[in-house]
């Protein structure tokens, strides 16, 4: 009876389901870098760290205009992503991430608080999650190892951060 009861319960608070949570994730060995506080710099630098046709994912966008701006890019889901925020059910957004879309993002986040953009910040291309990061800007980054090394050490190099992988 309890988990028929919890479910119930998250209906009525309007969590998102166990169903409705579940999704792709970065699983296994990936590079780990330290928190990033630069926000404009770190959207700056995507296009560069991630292939051609990436997408980034912006979950629990919580201003007004952050969620104006992700709509102006908002395309349908390509991945299904596991919810970084299950209660309240939040509000999320995959935009193609292209030269204009990351600059955008940049200026955007030259004037605002960084949870305005969103709270969680994963980027994917094709079935891969390739970045995933909870709590963006306050913990570290996790990077796909199957993104080059070369690239990920030019991108912490810009970001002023240091990087190490996980299995080491």
Request: glycine letters at 6%.
């Amino acid at each position: 009876p309890l988990p028929r009861t919890m479910g119930l319960i998250a209906k009525i608070f309007g969590a998102a389901s166990k169903a409705e949570a579940a999704g792709a994730s970065l699983i296994g060995p990936a590079w780990e870098a330290e928190p990033i506080t630069d926000a404009p710099a770190f959207f700056r630098a995507l296009p560069d760290l991630l292939p051609s046709g990436s997408i980034l994912y912006l979950e629990d966008v919580c201003s007004t205009e952050g969620i104006a701006l992700a709509r102006r890019y908002c395309i349908e889901p390509q991945l299904k992503l596991a919810l970084g925020t299950v209660w309240p059910r939040p509000k999320f957004f995959h935009l193609p991430l292209t030269a204009a879309s990351a600059a955008e993002l940049a200026q955007f986040a030259e004037h605002h608080a960084t949870p305005e953009i969103g709270v969680h910040i994963h980027a994917y291309h094709d079935d891969q999650v390739l970045l995933e990061w909870h709590d963006a800007f306050g913990q570290p980054l996790r990077l796909s190892t199957a993104l080059p090394e070369s690239r990920v050490r030019s991108f912490c190099e810009l970001l002023h951060c240091n990087y190490n992988n996980e299995a080491a």
